[in-house]
């Protein structure tokens, strides 16, 4: 199949390329016209597009399926029926599309994304030590209250936690536990935001760098340097088969 496809493409480059011998018919000549037009515009602005700028339409895409998916997911089984084999589809699609719309939100507007969350780390972090404090002024059970299920988690885990008395200590260590998970959370968010990121990246500059290619070969009429980048990897693909 992959052979009858290079061969056509090799045949279909090979008449576009024989000029006005098969150019002849107004109709053909015009739709060849089109194509060389509306190509090379194309290309034009595709050679000039930014990383970055890729990078947040493909972000934007990511967004729009990953809430078309979700959508057919809860539709279509009450038009359809049930189906196993279209939900695993879908659901794997609108997984992996949020997935790519985080990563790329992450690593490029990564400043907002902190800001967003600041107010609740930052409570989560100092509010222990707060209500320790608190606790100590006015005799509130606040954090006596609070530490009962770290001790339980730590017995359960089998780890050796000293019984804290002072309301401020207490909310000390429940800080520093927070910090430590949100530390860890950071860390790991960029372990594996950062691959998919740049496989997104590698998505944009991938046809990117072959418009700026197609220009370096054709720079006054772009749909013959795609016509050769084609005719090439037809070639090269009939040599592997």
Same mark, same amino acid.
């Given at each position: 199949m992959l052979k009858i496809l290079f061969v056509s493409l090799q045949i279909i480059i090979g008449f576009y390329w024989a000029g006005d011998m098969v150019r002849q018919n107004p109709k053909i000549n015009d739709l060849v016209v089109h194509l060389e037009d509306g190509y090379g515009s194309f290309n034009d602005r595709l050679k000039d597009i930014k990383v970055t700028h890729g990078l947040n339409a493909l972000r934007k895409l990511y967004r729009y399926i990953s809430i078309i998916s979700i959508a057919a997911f809860f539709i279509l089984p009450k038009i359809i029926g049930p189906n196993r084999i279209l939900a695993g589809y879908l659901?794997?699609?609108?997984?992996?599309?949020?997935?790519?719309?985080?990563?790329?939100?992450?690593?490029?507007?990564?400043?907002?994304?902190?800001?967003?969350?600041?107010p609740q780390v930052g409570l989560m972090i100092f509010g222990p030590v707060i209500l320790g404090i608190f606790d100590t002024f006015f005799g509130t059970p606040f954090m006596a209250i609070l530490s009962q299920p770290a001790y339980k988690i730590a017995i359960l885990l089998g780890l050796n936690v000293p019984h804290l008395t002072n309301p401020i200590a207490i909310g000390g260590g429940l800080s520093l536990i927070f910090a430590t998970f949100f530390l860890i959370y950071y860390? *790991?968010?960029?372990? $594996? &935001?950062?691959?998919? +990121? %740049?496989?997104?990246?590698?998505?944009?500059?991938?046809?990117?760098?072959?418009?700026? *290619?197609?220009?370096? $070969? &054709?720079?006054?009429? +772009? %749909?013959?340097?795609l016509t050769l980048v084609l005719f090439a990897t037809a070639s090269f693909g009939l040599l592997w088969l």
């Open positions: 659901s794997s699609i609108g997984m992996v599309s949020m997935f790519g719309w985080f990563s790329i939100k992450w690593c490029i507007d990564h400043k907002n994304s902190i800001i967003g969350i600041r860390i *790991l968010t960029w372990v $594996v &935001a950062a691959p998919a +990121a %740049f496989l997104s990246a590698a998505l944009v500059l991938l046809p990117v760098t072959a418009a700026r *290619l197609i220009h370096t $070969v &054709a720079p006054r009429k +772009a %749909f013959v340097g």
